[in-house]
């Protein structure tokens, strides 16, 4: 093969990789899709006929390989090279269920030292979500009496629990 044969080759190849890189494949990655577009272009012209346009045929087939390739990427998830990556365990710690487990159980002691009615009140309003005005027609009672047993349960658990 002649050098200024080769020179065209090179030149060939360079913009197939420079316009897979634009595409946003990394050096290596349009690299092996050059390698490989070649390898096709060689083995379509060894078993079938001569490629008339083979600077064409090279892109066309980098081209088609990158969208295969991402395809495939894109159904199989991003693959991440572990070196790169931090894992953080968010578990809690032991000794922190531990406190957890403690003090949903000293809450639940103050819960249960709650006169029934300020304690269904509370817990309608802090764990079910409902606004005093639904609260106040399920008991028959006024806005401002389930304000005050909201602010009275609050109050005697905030104390409850208070330095523990």
Known sequence: MSARLLKNWQDVLARVRGALQRR????????????????????????????????????????????????????????????????????????????????????ALGLGRLNERTRDIFLAHRIDGLPYTEIAKRHGISVATVHHHVAKATLRLTSWMEGW
């Open 24 to 107: 946003g494949r990394t050096e290596h990655e349009a690299e092996d899709l050059v390698q490989e577009a070649w390898l096709r272009l060689i083995r379509y012209e060894d078993e079938r006929q001569p490629v008339e346009q083979p600077e064409a045929f090279l892109m066309r087939t980098a081209l088609n390989l990158s969208i295969d390739a991402h395809r495939v990427s894109a159904g199989r998830g991003e693959h991440v090279l572990l070196d790169n990556v931090v894992l953080i365990d968010t578990t809690p710690s032991i000794e922190a269920v531990l406190l957890a487990k403690e003090r949903m159980a000293r809450l």
